[in-house]
């Protein structure tokens, strides 16, 4: 059971339970809706671009505990940051929860996100954890309206 | 070859010796083992059984002593890997006592059983503006193959609606029936969510309109005592590996009438009598549906799994899983917020619960921790999720060797969940 609170940290359950950000936003100028067919979860990443600057990020869907919680603190970490921080932001957290970076504590460029860092000794949740991220890359990328994690 | 259980060695007569799941256990090494520091226990039956000693021993003497091509060798392993091949398939028709082994057709699984009648039957008899019964519980291998042909053909795919309860709303099954209906293709057993259906009373009334009927066994297969003639159905469909068989092998029954007219399903080597440019004339059955080199250690180990179950006996293990059944739903629902998706009447060996405030998903990962195998998700069956208003279920299915232990296990188990996510 010890593993288990490695991966279900009090502030992801915080972010599972109360999602910040949990809206539709209706100026946003991408949508994208990031689904994982294997498991049903599906997220909807609304941004809402100024320049080159998000502006303002929100979500829906219906997920999991992993899902939901990373889905709302990627929208808390992302306003106001620009897209190629946000796609440096998003290579950074990959490698966190597929266990190629460790956590680096304090001052590190993901912060907060590094309670995910639990997700590299759970493989079959790493795809949780990255929908919303993948989501958000099409979103500021322009590629497609649904991603799926397959 | 013996397909016998030492669950059975113990006493003079099978009927005499009660079930003894520990024997039973001991015929599956895979049982003995810990996760994550814990027993094993492995309540995720409905996604695939484990495999007896029967079964891997069949397996590995089939390689180590007999390999060889099926059907035209002259030689002595070529002719005790026939004998071996054709001796499964009598087995198979014992088991679901069918009226000629030639009824007993070999396919990867039921996926490719159903997709076989809807390609081969459905591709002779359906025409624009025909319907193709199904219902919302089913698998979507018995929904998507049906809309693959029924986009080809200009048909419709009606489908039969499900109640709160998880049961098919018989009378709107009734009014579906109709004289444009070519096919009803139904769940014997729900995967999803254990509602067992009255698939005689489906089938006498589709019969009594001239509509022949398809049903999906997979989950029956195991966990219902079969009888094709009883039933009446025209089609039977089941997967191997959730038969406590190998993986990659399955059955289609299907009446003679209907497969002597059935154009073939693919074409290749073993399904013909004899080939010229000009014209092909096609083997007789089963053959004419066994196109290719067959799963041939699949199908022998596949009559020894058939073997082993019988020397258990399905009556006993239905059973069986109906007290583990009966305990794990009264054990889940005393866990505050859990709901179980699926309270039909009739139900066997499958049971789907959600929990309030927790994913399907986090429960599945929880468990894990503590050994426990459960399976989490929609169970490919999007549309029952959908009707339900929910994105997934967790799901603990029960096999032959499950024990009230585990049962209780799994109960304690999800009592823990609360502690993680408090």
Known sequence: MGDLRDLYQETILDHSRRPRNFRTLADADRKVEGFNPLCGDRVTVFVSLEGDQVKDISFQGSGCAISTASASMMTEKLKGKTAEEALSLFEGFHALVTGKHEARGNGSELGKLEVFSGVSEFPIRVKCATLAWHALKAALTGAEQTVSTE | ?422
């Open chain 2, 1 to 422: 070859m013996s397909g016998t259980s030492e669950a059975l060695k113990t006493g003079p007569r099978a009927e005499l010796v009660r079930f003894d799941v520990e024997a039973i256990r001991r015929d599956f090494p895979i049982l003995h083992q810990e996760v994550h520091g814990r027993p094993l226990v492995y309540l995720d039956n409905a996604a695939t059984t484990q495999k007896p000693k029967a079964v891997l021993e069949v397996l590995q003497r089939y390689y180590t002593q007999d390999n060889a091509n099926i059907h035209r060798g002259v030689h002595e392993l070529s002719q005790r890997a026939t004998a071996a091949y054709e001796g499964a398939r009598e087995k198979v028709q014992r088991f679901l006592n069918a009226a000629s082994s030639r009824e007993i057709i070999f396919v990867r699984g039921t996926t490719e059983a159903i997709n076989l009648v809807a390609h081969s039957f459905g591709g002779a008899n359906v025409r624009e503006g025909d319907e193709i019964l199904v219902s919302t519980m089913e698998h979507h291998s018995n929904i998507v193959p049906w809309q693959i042909l029924c986009d080809a053909k200009k048909a419709r795919l009606r489908v039969i609606p499900v109640s709160d309860r998880g049961e098919l709303e018989m009378e709107s099954f009734d009014r579906l029936l109709s004289p444009k209906t070519r096919l009803v293709s139904v769940a014997h057993l729900s995967n999803a969510l254990g509602t067992l259906n009255p698939v005689k009373q489906i089938i006498r009334k589709a019969h009594a309109r001239g509509i022949p009927v398809l049903l999906d066994g997979a989950q029956a297969a195991a966990r219902v005592k079969l009888d094709v003639r009883d039933l009446d159905c025209d089609f039977y469909a089941l997967s191997g590996h959730k038969l406590y068989g190998p993986t990659g092998i399955g059955v289609l029954y299907g009446k003679a009438d209907h497969l002597e007219a059935m154009p073939p399903f693919m074409g290749g080597g073993d399904m013909i009598s004899s080939v010229t440019f000009e014209r092909t004339t096609y083997n007789k059955l089963p053959y004419k549906f066994e196109a290719g080199t067959p799963h041939i250690a699949g199908v022998i180990a596949l009559g020894a799994a058939v073997d082993y179950v019988d020397s258990i006996g399905l009556e006993a293990i239905a059973s069986h899983e109906e007290e583990l059944l009966h305990r794990a739903t009264e054990g889940v629902l005393s866990i505050p917020g859990l709901r179980v998706i699926g309270t039909a009447k009739e139900k066997a060996g499958i049971l789907s619960f959600v929990m309030e405030g927790i994913h399907p998903h986090d429960l599945g990962t929880i468990l894990d921790q503590q050994g426990i195998a459960i399976r989490a998700g929609h169970h490919c069956t999007q549309p029952l999720m959908e009707r339900f208003g929910i994105p997934a279920t967790a799901r603990a299915s029960f096999g032959m060797y499950n024990t009230p232990q585990e049962v209780d296990a799994l109960t304690e188990g999800l009592g823990k969940v609360r502690e993680v996510f408090g």
